[in-house]
């Protein structure tokens, strides 16, 4: 696999540097260089596989997984310590520069600070309001293109559902019932909705000439089904899916169990959707150092509910605390504990955190391609705070 990817992959590098706007002080040793941009130029290099978001799509659709080599690696300039995009020496194209230990420092550094300083980001997956009409919930879904923020400064076209990635998080409790009215303002795409997970009616099940017609531009589908089975469960689009799914049409659809007492006790939540395709890497739709920190205060029990909408499996690491898993896709089971746990596409796996131990402990995937490099840590990667 091929080190470096030559012009092409600077001139995105360049793009990226351009696109955001703070310079970051990092100390290196005993001297302080400014880097412009570098950590969200790198992480955006990273998170898109260093191309543009629509360039990890083929013609015939099917999104292609991320790079997980490097590419927009040959712009160190070693004789300055700072980067320098877009104009390089030709002949870094085809050498391997030697290992700069401070430049690589400071990109791990500076990364590191951005994330927790908690940039200002919005935020997808926030409960979803409903309105009651007839005794039934009703949720009003519109598919529509915006620009996302994956990671701080890069912005990617990503498909949504109201405006955000993931989508707003669907919760009712069992025996509810619920309607979905799904409007497509993709303007040049059909679309529909699955809910994965759901035990439901046939014709409610959202595959586009099995069970529906496609949901065209400017339509609206009403999906009326009565919440069955509780559990930690997604909805997401079942029409041209690899693409426009790890784009961003999925959400979680959370139904509370009736009986309290059926599932284990926890005293905080979190979902946390994974993702890999035309956004990157991602966490709820965010890459680091943009993703999310979860905290939680000495001897909480924390519930962390993995969903994985993307086209990889994904082991996921909690340093410091072993996880147990409770349930896996809805169906509570026999508890077991671990510190990974492998996530694969279409799984929902919950796991209780007993939060014994104070610090910040990293929380990432564990294939390290997803999630650190010599540039820094992005992608699949956030952490544990327990005050
Ligand atoms: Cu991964």
Redesign the pocket.
């Given at each position: 696999m091929a080190k470096y990817a030559g012009l092409s992959r600077r001139r995105v590098l360049a793009g990226a540097l351009g696109a955001g706007g703070l310079g970051v002080l990092v100390a290196c040793g005993n001297q302080m260089n400014e880097i412009q941009n570098a950590p969200y130029a790198t992480n955006a290099a990273r998170n898109t596989g260093g191309t543009t978001a629509d360039a990890a799509v083929t013609t015939d659709g099917a999104a292609a997984p991320p790079a997980t080599s490097g590419s927009a690696v040959a712009t160190m300039d070693h004789t300055t310590g700072t980067q320098s995009a877009g104009t390089t020496n030709p002949a870094s194209a085809t050498a391997l520069p030697a290992k700069d230990w401070r430049m690589m420092n400071q990109m791990h550094e500076a990364g590191v600070k951005t994330f927790l300083a908690q940039p200002k980001t919005i935020r997808g997956g926030q409960r979803m309001e409903y309105t009651l009409q007839d005794g039934i919930k009703v949720f009003d879904v519109t598919a529509k293109k915006v620009q996302w923020e994956v990671t701080p400064g890069q912005m990617v076209e990503a498909y949504t559902y109201n405006g955000v990635v993931p989508g707003p998080e669907i919760r009712v409790t069992e025996g509810d019932k619920v309607r979905v009215r799904l409007t497509n303002d993709l303007g040049d795409e059909a679309t529909a909705i699955h809910f994965h997970g759901l035990l439901i009616p046939n014709a409610m099940d959202g595959v586009p000439f099995i069970t529906q017609p496609p949901v065209n531009p400017g339509e609206t589908f009403v999906y009326d089904f009565v919440a069955r089975n509780p559990g930690s469960h997604m909805y997401h689009s079942h029409l041209n899916s690899a693409f426009q799914v790890t784009k961003g049409l999925l959400g979680a659809f959370i139904i509370e169990p009736k009986d309290k007492g059926s599932y284990p006790a926890f005293d905080k939540e979190y979902t946390m959707i994974?993702g890999?395709g035309p956004l990157g890497?991602t966490l709820n739709g965010h890459g680091f150092p943009g993703t999310e920190v979860l905290t939680a205060n000495k001897g909480e029990r924390l519930l962390v509910r993995f969903m994985n909408e993307g086209l990889?499996?994904?082991?996921m690491h909690l340093h410091g605390m072993p996880m147990t898993v409770v349930a896996q896709d809805g169906y509570v089971n026999t508890p077991y504990r671990c510190d990974t746990v492998n996530v694969a596409p279409g799984q929902r796996i919950d796991v209780l955190v007993e939060c014994t131990e104070v610090g910040a402990w990293a929380f990432h995937?564990?294939?390290l391609a997803?999630?650190e490099s010599e540039m820094g840590m992005f992608?699949?990667v956030t952490a544990l705070i327990v005050n």
């Open positions: 994974l890999d890497y990889m499996i994904h082991p995937c564990h294939i997803h999630a992608g699949m």
